[in-house]
Nanobody
Framework: QVQLVESGGGLVQTGGSLRLSCAAS????????MGWFRQAPGKEREFVAV????????SYGVSVKGRFTISRDNAKNTVYLQMNSLKPEDTATYYC???????????????WGQGTQVTVSS
């Protein structure tokens, strides 16, 4: 049974930082591409970042590029999302997801976590 468990969300002021973690189990983490997506109320799920199985390739959504960094530790079966210079428009539920192929499309992902809430106050 695959489980993806996000943590690290919370309330932060504009300009602040948070680091999200996603602990994976029940899958071959070291061969999985891992992604972060987010969804704000009334909006569609949005691609945030993706990292290849080795960590050698990453991609970011336009709205977060230069502010967020995705990384992974295959020894700990964990993927991270470092979020800096946070803005109110970053407020959303953040989800990690796993897939076998490198993709920025939510439909390509097979497994999803329950999400962690990030709220950025102005």
């Amino acid at each position: 049974q695959v489980q993806l468990v996000e943590s690290g969300g919370g309330l932060v002021q504009t300009g602040g930082s948070l680091r999200l973690s996603c602990a994976a189990s029940g899958l071959t983490f070291s061969s999985s591409t891992m992604g972060w997506f987010r969804q704000a109320p009334g909006k569609e799920r949005e691609f945030v970042a993706v990292i290849s199985w080795s960590g050698g390739m990453t991609s970011y959504g336009v709205s977060v590029k230069g502010r967020f960094t995705i990384s992974r530790d295959n020894a700990k079966n964990t993927v991270y999302l470092q979020m800096n210079s946070l803005k109110p428009e970053d407020t959303a539920t953040y989800y990690c997801a796993a897939t076998r192929q490198y993709s920025t499309r939510a439909l390509s992902y097979d497994y999803w976590g329950q999400g962690t809430q990030v709220t950025v106050s102005s």
